[in-house]
Structures are given as structure tokens and as C-alpha cells.
Nanobody, 112 residues
Framework: QVQLVESGGGLVQAGGSLRLSCAAS????????MGWFRQASGKELEFVAT????????DYADSVLGRFTISRDNTASTVYLQMNSLKPEDTAVYYC?????WGQGTQVTVSS
């Protein structure tokens, strides 16, 4: 059973940066594509970014393209989401995903 634990969320002012981390255990991390999703209060779950098993292919939602960067360290079984130029509309609970497995989420709040 794969376990995913997110960290790094918090409160930041608009224009600021945060770096989310997702530590994986219980599986073969390097074999999974990994993704970040988010859910704002009262809204549906939204795709943010994904990265393939080797880290050489990434994809982003249009809303975060050019501001967010997904990366991974297979030796540390960790995937990251570097978030720059944050906007109030980025406020959400951010979830890490690997196949059918999800983390518990980490809250990101961006104040205007």
C-alpha cells in the first residue's frame, strides 16, 4: 500500500512563493507518474501538474503554467511543487496523487 504525505502548505501573501513536498512510502516510487491536484472550498477537484516516472516529462494546468514547477527526487521518494507568483485564486487544499493513491492534503492560503 502506497502512502503519500504532503507538507509545505501555509499562508502567504499574493506574489509570494511556497514549495510543497509529497513523501511516498510503501511502493516503488520510481515506477509511478505523480501528480498534484487542488480543491478550493466549494469547488471540484482540479488538476494542477503531473510528472512522469523519470522526471523528464511534465504537464501543467493552464492556470499555473509558468508559475508552478513540478519535480521529483526518486532517491528520496519525494515529489515537489514549487509555486511562485501566487494568487488568491490559488487558495485550495493541495493533494498529491500516484495512480489510485492520494495524500491527506495540505492547505495553501494566498492573501490579497
Amino acid at each position: 500500500q502506497v502512502q503519500l504525505v504532503e507538507s509545505g502548505g501555509g499562508l502567504v501573501q499574493a506574489g509570494g512563493s511556497l514549495r510543497l513536498s509529497c513523501a511516498a512510502s510503501g511502493g516503488t516510487f520510481s515506477s509511478y507518474s505523480m501528480g498534484w491536484f487542488r480543491q478550493a472550498s466549494g469547488k471540484e477537484l482540479e488538476f494542477v501538474a503531473t510528472i512522469n516516472w523519470s522526471g523528464d516529462s511534465t504537464d501543467y494546468a493552464d492556470s499555473v503554467l509558468g508559475r508552478f514547477t513540478i519535480s521529483r527526487d526518486n532517491t528520496a521518494s519525494t515529489v515537489y511543487l514549487q509555486m511562485n507568483s501566487l494568487k488568491p485564486e490559488d487558495t485550495a487544499v493541495y493533494y498529491c496523487n500516484a495512480n489510485l493513491y492520494w495524500g491527506q492534503g495540505t492547505q495553501v492560503t494566498v492573501s490579497s
